[in-house]
């Protein structure tokens, strides 16, 4: 089970700084972001806002889509070898599922400033309450796909509540009104 955004359990190991030289840690702590204090989680939800922001949000639903499983497949399979190679399990530091899960959320999201800004903190919000199933996919499933999974859930809830919104309000992926 992972603690609070930001929390460290100084008896359970965590990657060191010197780690990050490894690729492998340098793409699972979000190009390092995951080092940043206090909240790695918001952190590296930040770069990957960025990252949407300047190179997703202007693509197709269903490039962003590919793009998520993409991170997926890559995050699920590095996250396990780091765990492995560094004797390490769900290190705050790790965020390379906040980069899947914010991804999944704003697939579809207007590419606006308020777009950006609603399904970054929804997202985080859902993220950090951990509300279920992304409860129940912390505490139960382990490993490289327990990191992942529990972020993707957030993700995906964030995803339902913004398109639900986007239709009663009239909110469409141009970013225009009706």
């Known amino acids: ?3 609070p955004d930001g929390e460290i359990d100084e008896g359970v190991p ?17 190009f390092g972001s995951g080092y940043l204090a206090p909240a790695p989680g918001t952190w ?4 990957a806002l960025a ?3 300047l190179l997703l949000a202007e693509l197709s639903w269903q490039w962003q889509l590919a793009v ?12 396990h070898y780091v765990n492995r190679r560094f004797r390490v399990h769900d290190d705050p530091r790790i965020v390379i599922d906040e980069f899947a899960g914010l991804w999944l959320a704003l697939l579809g999201a207007p590419a606006t400033p308020l777009g950006a800004a609603v399904g ?3 997202f985080r919000a859902l993220d950090i309450a951990k509300v279920w199933p992304a409860s129940w996919a912390d505490r139960r ?11 993707l859930l957030a993700g995906g809830l964030a995803l339902a509540v ?12 141009s970013g225009a009104t009706p």
């Open 1 to 3: 089970m992972s603690l």
């Open 14 to 30: 965590r990657l060191a700084r010197s780690a990050w030289a490894n690729p492998a840690v340098f793409l699972v702590t979000g």
């Open 44 to 47: 590296g939800s930040l770069v």
């Open 51 to 53: 990252i949407w922001w």
């Open 68 to 79: 998520v499983a993409a991170t997926v497949l890559l995050g699920t399979a590095t996250t």
């Open 120 to 122: 970054f903190l929804l």
């Open 141 to 151: 499933v382990s490993g490289a796909i327990g990191v992942m999974l529990d972020d």
């Open 162 to 173: 913004l398109q639900l919104a986007y239709r009663l309000f009239g909110w469409h992926a």
